[in-house]
């Protein structure tokens, strides 16, 4: 599986950005997929998924309410709708794929990476 990430850029705080990961290599709707940050000098951050089917979603706290992951099955995709976006926030984020489960929130748990897209919200 290849996943590519796109969408960031800077943002003032309080803007938007829509990330989105494109997949290829494995029938797309076979898999979960999340979305994790890294912020400098800071370890790689869970920050949500998304179940195979779409219908089931999980985030981690600080973004609830303000992030929302959807993945659209017939375009090998997957969004991150990123809404009052704080300087915290600034990190690069990445897509993630795995075979197995979707609630573990640990990068291990992973199977597939793909490169990083910087989001840097200025204050």
């Known amino acids: 599986v290849q996943l590519q990430a796109s969408g960031g850029g800077l943002v003032q705080a309080g803007g938007s950005l829509r990330l989105s990961c494109t997949a290829s290599?494995?029938?797309?709707?076979?898999?979960?997929l999340g979305w994790f940050r890294q912020a400098p000098g800071k370890e790689r951050e869970f920050v949500a998924a998304i179940t195979s089917s779409g219908g089931g979603t999980y985030y981690v706290d600080s973004v609830k309410g303000r992030f929302s992951i959807s993945r659209d099955n017939a375009k090998n995709t997957v969004y991150l709708q990123m809404n009052s976006l704080r300087p915290e926030d600034t990190a690069v984020y990445y897509c993630a794929g795995r075979l197995r489960g979707w609630r573990d929130t640990s990068p291990s748990d992973y199977d597939y990476w793909g490169p990083g897209t910087l989001v840097t919200v200025s204050s």
């Open positions: 290599g494995r029938t797309f709707s076979t898999y979960a």
